[in-house]
């Protein structure tokens, strides 16, 4: 049985940093494509940034670029993803999720290819 667990939300001021990690049972995350996805309240869900298997080729969608980065350790199964220069706007449910379709140096920020989800960890930024 496949799961994926986030950790590592919370509350931080505008400007500020969180790191969230996404582990996993189940399954091996450098064999598949795992990507960072969010939702705030009434909008839907978005990609934020993924990694590709085996090569760890990444992508990030134009509001994460340049302040997130997205990183995994075999050793720990685990994928993380480093928020940094945090606004307002990044406030929502950050989801982790792995893909099963595996095209090498390849990922998706559409939520639709994903197959398995993480329950998602809060992210507060105050305004």
């Known amino acids: 049985q496949v799961q994926l667990v986030e950790s590592g939300g919370g509350s931080v001021q505008p400007g500020g940093s969180l790191r969230l990690s996404c582990t996993a049972a189940?399954?091996?995350?450098?064999?598949?494509?795992i990507g960072w996805f969010r939702q705030a309240p009434g909008k839907e869900r978005e990609g934020v940034s993924c990694?590709?298997?085996?090569?760890?080729?990444?992508y990030y969608a134009d509001s994460a670029k340049v302040r997130f980065i997205i990183s995994r350790d075999n050793s720990k199964n685990t994928v993380y993803l480093q928020m940094n220069r945090l606004k307002p706007e990044d406030a929502a449910v950050y989801y982790c999720?792995?893909?099963?379709?595996?095209?090498?140096?390849?990922?998706?920020?559409?939520?639709?290819?994903?197959?398995?989800w993480g329950q998602g960890t809060p992210v507060t930024v105050p305004s």
């Open positions: 189940g399954i091996t995350l450098d064999n598949h494509p």
């Open positions: 990694i590709s298997s085996r090569s760890g080729s990444t």
């Open positions: 999720a792995a893909d099963q379709l595996v095209i090498p140096h390849l990922c998706s920020l559409k939520a639709s290819e994903y197959a398995y």
